[in-house]
T-cell receptor, first 109, second 118 residues
Framework: EDQVTQSPEALRLQEGESSSLNCSYT??????LFWYRQDPGKGPEFLFT???AGEEKEKERLKATLTKKESFLHITAPKPEDSATYLC??????????FGGGTRLMVKP | GAGVSQTPSNKVTEKGKYVELRCDPI?????LYWYRQSLGQGPEFLIY????????DSGLPNDRFFAVRPEGSVSTLKIQRTERGDSAVYLC????????????????FGPGTRLTVL
């Protein structure tokens, strides 16, 4: 059974204070690891797909990295508008996504 | 272009009643997924359609839950004899065709339907 664990559950940062979110996973045959952003009352918004260990992807202040056991979402010099819940999900042999519980990020000005 | 849309955005019902939740996928997307998200948790898979057929319904919690996609586009999630524990946000996602063993294809989510069972 595929499993995803995200840490921390919640993270409070000051504007400009860089940090990283962790996503640990176990999956039979990883086809892809996904990062989504979710704002309150909205559906998950796609950020990145990572396919293989060593891969990195960047978008504005966000960078996602992947190893064989975990993924990190690095946030550089965050702004208040980066406040959201960040969800990590894996896709194994089936087509469904298995999600972690998410990290609730709050960035204070 | 238009994204995934879901109706209604909110549904309040009484215990024991029947509800239907609707999902309109992105035009041209053949794969459609339903997930359920409880407060403070990540989404949990319910069912996946490839075209008109349910390719995987292993996430449906019991036989009170049923979903259809008769013409390969719009899908309806149906819940009979609702219980308070069914209260959650029901999310729909769609993607282009995706088959086992192929590279993963991004799933795009709708805004969800918030179901409250009193």
């Amino acid at each position: 059974e595929d499993q995803v664990t995200q840490s921390p559950e919640a993270l409070r940062l000051q504007e400009g204070e860089s940090s990283s979110l962790n996503c640990s996973y176990t999956v039979s045959g990883l086809r892809g690891l996904f990062w989504y952003r979710q704002d309150p009352g909205k559906g998950p918004e796609f950020l990145f797909t990572l396919y293989s260990a060593g891969e990195e992807k960047e978008k504005e202040r966000l960078k996602a990295t992947l190893t064989k056991k975990e993924s990190f979402l690095h946030i550089t010099a965050p702004k208040p508008e980066d406040s959201a819940t960040y969800l990590c999900a894996v896709q194994g042999a089936g087509n469904m996504l298995t999600f972690g519980g998410g990290t609730r990020l709050m960035v204070k000005p | 272009g238009a994204g995934v849309s879901q109706t209604p955005s909110n549904k309040v019902t009484e215990k024991g009643k029947y509800v239907e939740l609707r999902c309109d996928p992105i035009s041209g997307h053949t794969a459609l997924y339903w997930y359920r998200q409880s407060l403070g948790q990540g989404p949990e898979f319910l069912i996946y359609f490839q075209g008109t057929g349910a390719a995987d319904d292993s996430g449906l919690p019991n036989d009170r839950f049923f979903a259809v996609r008769p013409e390969g586009s719009v899908s309806t999630l149906k819940i009979q004899r609702t219980e308070r524990g069914d209260s959650a946000v029901y999310l729909c996602a769609s993607s282009p065709v995706s088959s086992r063993g192929s590279p993963p294809i991004t799933q795009y989510f709708g805004p969800g339907t918030r179901l409250t069972v009193l």
